[in-house]
């Protein structure tokens, strides 16, 4: 089993920053991917960044490219996203997602065993 919480989200202007936490508890953190999905209002739920099990890769969704920055700390066992530059149409419920079945990177929502609750992030323009 693998918890995990969010924290971070909250209201910012378009061209500002935010960070995104999530702690993760249960299995050794160290052994599986992460991913930070989001989820705009009537829209499907979509992958925003994922990293590997040591932070040594990482992939990113077009739209977010340049922008944010995923990171994990595993002495920590926490997963960043760090948002730059944000703009309007990155408001969406963000969430967190684990999948101890991988080492790699997963992009795949379904693959994902593990999510949490999901902080709002809200861009004003």
């Known amino acids: 089993q693998v918890q995990l919480e969010e924290s971070g989200g909250g209201l910012a202007q378009a061209g500002g920053s935010l960070r995104l936490s999530c702690a993760a508890s249960?299995?050794?953190?160290?052994?599986?991917?992460m991913g930070w999905f989001r989820q705009a209002p009537g829209k499907a739920r979509e992958f925003v960044a994922g990293?590997?099990?040591?932070?040594?890769?990482?992939y990113y969704t077009d739209s977010v490219k340049g922008r944010f920055t995923i990171s994990r700390d595993n002495a920590k066992n926490t997963v960043y996203l760090q948002m730059n530059s944000l703009k309007p149409e990155d408001t969406a419920v963000y969430y967190c997602?684990?999948?101890?079945?991988?080492?790699?990177?997963?992009?795949?929502?379904?693959?994902?065993?593990?999510w949490g609750q999901g902080t709002q992030v809200t861009v004003s323009s």
């Open positions: 990293i590997n099990w040591s932070g040594g890769n990482t």
């Open positions: 997602a684990a999948d101890p079945r991988s080492l790699g990177i997963v992009v795949v929502t379904s693959e994902y065993s593990y």
């Open positions: 249960g299995r050794p953190f160290s052994s599986y991917a």
